[in-house]
């Protein structure tokens, strides 16, 4: 099988079977072209009034998982400069608890899925290392809070400073960490940005064991967020990453998603983003 990932099929499987939000989104990844408003109006329904976006379709509750899924969203649109994007990041940066990290809202308790369970540690990491990374990378783009500034997390630094702390406090000593799979290359990314070389580095270190068994979108989530925080694509985890997405891509272009096949022009795009080369204005 080919070491190569094939971006033109997987851009096929996009337009062929992506809807027009999704289609956007592969456009502005391809080529940073600005994308229609009722496009990004359609993308950013069902926020919340307090700035949040709610678990299920018209739920009352926002959900920090069903936030940062929305946010990574938004991301490829270009949009986290936006008013919706910017009031969902000040939302997030209010819920951070006294010791730096996030919960879900204990009304979520029975809806939310194990990894975002209200009052379970291994969600409460997740979440965390999920808060911060988005806070992280947009909050340059988040005037709500504040002047801008060159600090990591802009208006979010002192939000951000802390959600690195609450993490790197639970790591173990061989870099491992107390939850989700996924909560390992968040709370990595997080580290890295915020000047945290060595802890990151042995978080990555343990994720580079497990490339071989990752499942394709794992692979591809894995690689979009440490390329979003700009670690290098030389590095050897996402060169690993990169070679796992090419052992699994299928023939038609896509990429199997881990929570249905709804979700795989979702996982395709991570992939694109993961592997295309980089596009200086759709950053």
Do not use: K
């Not at 940062?68 to 969203?73: I, S």
């Amino acid at each position: 099988m080919s070491a190569v990932v094939d971006l033109d099929a997987a851009i096929g499987f996009v337009v062929a079977h992506g809807d027009a939000v999704e289609r956007a989104r592969l456009s502005r990844l391809r080529t940073g072209a600005p994308v229609p408003v009722e496009l990004l109006d359609t993308a950013e329904a069902g926020q919340a009034p307090d700035g949040g976006w709610p678990a299920i379709l018209d739920g009352a509750v926002g959900s920090v998982d069903a936030t940062c899924y929305r946010l990574a969203e938004l991301d490829d649109l270009g949009a986290l400069g936006r008013p919706a994007a910017r009031h969902a990041l000040d939302w997030l940066a209010a819920r951070q608890l006294p010791d730096g990290g996030w919960d879900e809202a204990p009304a979520l308790a029975d809806l939310a899925p194990e990894w975002a369970r209200p009052g379970d540690p291994e969600a409460r990491f997740y979440l965390t290392a999920n808060a911060g990374f988005w806070l992280t990378v947009a909050g340059l783009d988040a005037r709500a809070g504040g002047p801008l500034d060159h600090r990591v997390g802009g208006a979010y630094a002192g939000v951000v400073q802390a959600a690195a702390q609450a993490v790197a406090g639970q790591l173990g000593p061989d870099g491992s960490w107390p939850s989700f799979l996924p909560a390992g290359w968040l709370c990595a990314a997080v580290l890295h940005r915020q000047g945290m070389y060595e802890e990151s580095a042995r978080v990555q270190a343990v994720l580079a064991e497990r490339i071989p068994r990752m499942s394709a979108a794992d692979a591809a989530w894995l690689a979009a967020t440490l390329r979003r925080v700009e670690v290098g694509e030389e590095q050897w985890l996402l060169v690993s990453a990169r070679r796992r997405l090419a052992e699994t891509q299928r023939s038609d272009g896509g990429w199997d998603s881990d929570d249905g096949h709804q979700f795989d022009v979702h996982t395709t795009l991570r992939a694109i983003r993961a592997c295309r080369v980089p596009v200086t204005s759709a950053d």
